[in-house]
């Protein structure tokens, strides 16, 4: 992000020719019930397929009908996760949601189990408007923060973050974060697992967990694997396992080094959360 950060300001640093962008929004699965303390916990959005490919494709068969459905030529570009694109503030300009406190777009219906993408398009056309932010005065989601990564409200230091620890570096895991990140060994959704607007979705019947679409329903093994399972993976059992899943991100090395810190938060249950920084501190002593 760093290095793309100038790309960043604009989305016509990327696409010169932008005059907007269309957004739009997929809900991935989520199995928000307990779990054993020595089963691996993976984010819901790793839990089926790759989602890269499958939003990738969906957003260039959009941008071929594009030129049909406006009437002229249109020169178009997607995006999903992947390019140094905003793509959160699109999505809130759009009027997707909101960023809610905990920093991620916030459906007022859909929740915020969201893949988020989008096509850049060199022609105007009329815009949605922003939806109201209605976090009001919850703070769950900073106060159910293992690590204290949400600084204050809408601020959120990711190197604090389990997600990034799990996901994004091949650094050790910091000591403090291992304490408590317990069996999260790919990602962490804990600030989205206690917002009350996540319980607002529409109700599809026994069994649903949030989508009906066959490529975010859970591989099998990614919701039975144990933490000594992991932490002894084979690379076999990794490719048959993690194969065109999201976790490859974090390929059998980052999950075996998952695995083994997640074991050792477990033996030292008894250390006390960390402190935060003071900023943190603060916010936490002061925010209603
Ligand atoms: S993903 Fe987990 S560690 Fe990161 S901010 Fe949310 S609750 Fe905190
Ligand atoms: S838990 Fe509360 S404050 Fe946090 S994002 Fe959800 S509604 Fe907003």
Redesign the pocket.
Request: net charge positive; hydrophobic share 30%; aromatic share 0%.
């Given at each position: 992000m760093e290095r793309t950060a100038a790309t960043r300001r604009s989305l016509r640093e990327w696409a010169p020719w932008a005059e907007c962008v269309i957004m739009v929004a997929a809900r991935y699965c989520v199995i928000e019930q307990e779990q054993p303390s020595d089963r691996a916990r993976f984010a819901g959005y790793a839990l089926g397929l790759d989602y890269h490919d499958w939003f990738r494709k969906r957003l260039i068969r959009l941008g071929r009908l594009l030129s049909n459905i406006l009437g002229r030529t249109v020169q178009w570009k997607p995006f999903c996760d992947t390019s140094p694109v905003l793509e959160r503030s699109y999505a809130a300009h759009a009027g997707i949601g909101w960023i809610?406190?905990?920093t991620?777009i916030?459906h007022p219906v859909l929740g915020?189990y969201l893949l988020i993408g989008g096509i850049a398009i060199d022609v105007g056309i009329e815009t949605d408007s922003p939806v109201k932010d209605?976090?009001?005065t919850?703070?769950?989601?900073?106060d159910?923060c293992p690590t204290m990564a949400i600084l204050h409200?809408y601020k959120l230091d990711a190197r604090r973050c389990i997600s990034y620890h799990t996901i994004e570096t091949p650094d050790p895991i910091p000591e403090e974060v291992a304490a408590v990140m317990e069996n999260r060994v790919f990602g962490c959704d804990i600030?989205?697992e206690?917002?009350?607007?996540?319980r607002m979705q529409p109700a599809h019947g026994p069994g649903y967990r949030g989508t009906i679409e066959p490529a975010f329903q859970p591989h099998g093994e990614r919701r039975t694997m144990t933490m000594e399972e992991l932490a002894a993976l084979t690379p076999e059992r990794y490719r048959a396992i993690f194969r065109r899943s999201a976790m490859e991100r974090a390929g059998r090395e980052g999950l075996t080094r998952n695995a083994q810190a997640a074991r050792d938060s477990q033996a030292n249950r008894t250390m006390a959360r960390p402190n935060g920084p003071p900023e943190a501190e603060a916010a936490r002593r002061t925010d209603p």
């Open positions: 809610g406190r905990n991620m916030i915020s209605a976090c009001g919850c703070r769950r989601c900073i159910a409200p600030c989205q206690v917002c009350p607007m996540n």
